[in-house]
């Protein structure tokens, strides 16, 4: 509700429709049409994943752009004029993405190089990276940290919580890639738009909001199970044939990593809850 409101008051005076896919969610939809009629609901019967519900979007609307959005964000006012005002400026670029920021105001890592392998170890949300958050492998594929005041910059890939694409580029690379069913689709499709010779821009002045994890939250095992496979599928959609032996390898160590992560997040809610037991006590 918040998102959609959002949406609206930053639009302006810009003409735009706005199309919902619900992945057979609980929420009230009939309570949100009676707030926003103008809105275009559609409704899956189950839960078809991200990029699916995405292309499903995307082939409803032949606009000369379009916005990606999570619902758990709130975009500021003037976002989508400063992005499509940039644009129009600068008719190579297929996609940028706003820079977004956590709920407690610090910029999320949203624009971020290619993975690689070190990125399993030293991704945004990894123990190592929460341990030392200012190690040069980090610092390197966070290409947010690199960004200087206004500019905006040529970047490797942003996230799919907030992008603005052109149609004209999408038309050229082609929908998401529905092999992904959450997660990683987005660098997927940067990198082909890439590949296209489209370029992606991160632009740090407009501005998203993003609850981080709060559709996820519900199922974290669900999401961190999706999160690796969809890991992998990248890696095997982009390693080189001669490499093809390394499958066995990563598959083994993203199994790894799933349970070790697992175990952590189950390991930090248990003691958050002791801890949360211990305060209401004193």
Request: charged share 25%.
């Amino acid at each position: 509700m918040l998102c959609l409101r959002s949406i609206y008051d930053s639009l302006g005076d810009i003409s735009a429709k706005v199309y919902i896919q619900d992945n057979a969610s609980d929420d009230d939809v009939a309570r949100l049409l009676s707030r926003f009629p103008q809105a275009i609901v559609s409704k899956n019967e189950y839960n078809i994943g991200f990029a699916r519900a995405v292309n499903r979007g995307l082939v409803q609307s032949a606009a000369p752009y379009v916005v990606i959005i999570n619902p758990d964000t709130i975009v500021r006012k003037g976002c989508f004029e400063a992005i499509l005002e940039y644009m129009e400026k600068n008719t190579d670029v297929g996609v940028v993405g706003p820079r977004i920021l956590d709920t407690d105001g610090t910029t999320q890592g949203s624009a971020r190089a290619f993975p690689t392998p070190f990125t399993g170890l030293f991704g945004r949300n990894t123990v190592l990276t929460k341990w030392f958050p200012n190690n040069p492998i980090t610092r390197a594929n966070m290409f947010t940290s690199r960004a200087h005041g206004k500019i905006p910059m040529d970047v490797d890939w942003v996230s799919g919580a907030c992008m603005v694409v052109r149609r004209r580029a999408i038309d050229e690379v082609g929908l998401m890639d529905t092999r992904f069913f959450l997660y990683w689709e987005d660098a997927d499709w940067c990198r082909r738009m890439w590949q296209k010779g489209w370029k992606v821009v991160y632009h740090p002045t407009p501005t998203v909001v993003h609850s981080v994890g709060t559709s996820s939250s519900t199922k974290p095992t669900r999401s961190l199970i999706e999160f690796h496979k969809s890991c992998y599928r990248l890696f095997d959609k982009y390693n080189r044939t001669s490499l093809k032996l390394l499958n066995p390898l990563v598959t083994a160590a993203l199994a790894l990593r799933l349970v070790m992560t697992i175990a952590l997040n189950k390991t930090g809610t248990a003691f958050a809850r002791v801890r949360s037991g211990k305060d209401a006590r004193e």
